[in-house]
């Protein structure tokens, strides 16, 4: 297998990761904390029980709004992972690419590939 190739993938996944992190912080810096009204463009951060973020009124939305709630889900995932197998497996596919990540570095330092 090769492991050059899964790490920098996985790496991938991960500055994804790290962008939705910088990103999240900007949001929730830069725009009013709350549900907007329906002629706001743009994403919100928003407290209904859960902390999250929304997007509304752009072609793409829903995604970056699943990007950006991605280091919540995250945290949120191993809270509930306990309560149901579906949750469970969630938190298995959101924790895979760190997971994966980590297990690559190990085997190319071990392998000597660096």
Do not use: H
Not at 20 to 32: C, Q, R, S
Not at 64 to 70: A, D, E, G, I, T
Not at 84 to 101: C, R, T
């Amino acid at each position: 297998m090769n492991w050059k190739i899964i790490k920098k993938l996985s790496g991938f996944f991960l500055f994804a990761l790290l962008l939705a992190i910088v990103a999240d912080f900007f949001i929730f810096t830069l725009t009013e904390y709350g549900r907007k009204g329906s002629d706001f463009i743009g994403c919100y951060a928003y407290d209904a029980m859960l902390f999250g973020f929304g997007c509304q009124g752009f072609i793409g939305d829903f995604i970056v709004s699943v990007w950006l709630n991605w280091p919540l889900w995250l945290v949120y995932s191993g809270m509930f992972a306990v309560s149901s197998l579906k949750a469970f497996a969630i938190a298995v596919m959101l924790w895979l690419p760190l997971a994966i990540y980590v297990f690559s570095v190990v085997k190319t330092r071990r392998l000597g590939n660096t």
